[in-house]
Each structure stands twice: as C-alpha cells, then as structure tokens.
C-alpha cells in the first residue's frame, strides 16, 4: 500500500480564513485526514463537500455575529493576512502572545 503525505499545510496557533465563507480562526488541533462523524460529512452541500483525506484542522473560529469551534478541510483554507488578533474566549486557554499572524502555545508550567 502506498504511503500518502500528509503532511499539515498549517500550523497550531496559526490565523487562518475560510476560503469560501465569512470566517477566521486560530488552529487548536490538527486531524491528518477526517475524523468527525459521517453525519456531519454528509450535511456539506455535495458539490463543495471536501475530500476525507487530508489534514482537518480544529479552530477557535469568529465571524461578525459570533465567536465557535470549527472543523475545516485544509483545502478551504488560507492564510489571514489580516493581521488581527482573534477574539474567540478560549484562545488564552492554550495560546498565550499573538505575533505575525501565529498564537504561541502556552507553556505547561504557566
């Protein structure tokens, strides 16, 4: 069997944005290929529903209206080269300094 890379375009504690959709977000936690149920993989629109293999990426995600978790496909996502911070409550849980566009993970012995 062949060894696919998948290797995560994105990094934990970077700014992203949705490529389609009004939204930005701090990654959190990376999957290597999907790992959500199959429910909610088939409530995507078939004709923008992303491949199961490649990395998915957890955010700390904020749009105008509110602040949420989100779960992306890496193809549906870009760099935020907005420069501002993201206001989502439970970035300070796992993050500490924002700089450049990247959250610092927080260290353990804070």
């Known amino acids: 069997m062949t060894e696919i890379n998948r290797e995560a375009k994105f990094g934990i504690g970077q700014v992203v944005k949705h490529r389609f959709f009004a939204f ?20 995507i629109p078939e004709s923008v529903r992303p491949s199961k293999d490649q990395p998915y990426y957890h955010l700390f995600a904020e749009n105008e209206e509110t602040e949420y978790i989100a779960y992306v496909s890496e193809q549906n996502l870009l760099e935020d080269d907005s420069g501002e911070p993201v206001r989502h409550p439970q970035i300070f849980e796992l993050f500490d300094e924002y700089e450049d566009g990247v959250y610092r993970v927080r260290s353990i012995l804070n």
């Open 24 to 43: 930005r977000g701090v990654i959190f936690d990376v999957d290597p290929t999907f790992d959500n149920t199959e429910e909610w993989w088939l409530s």
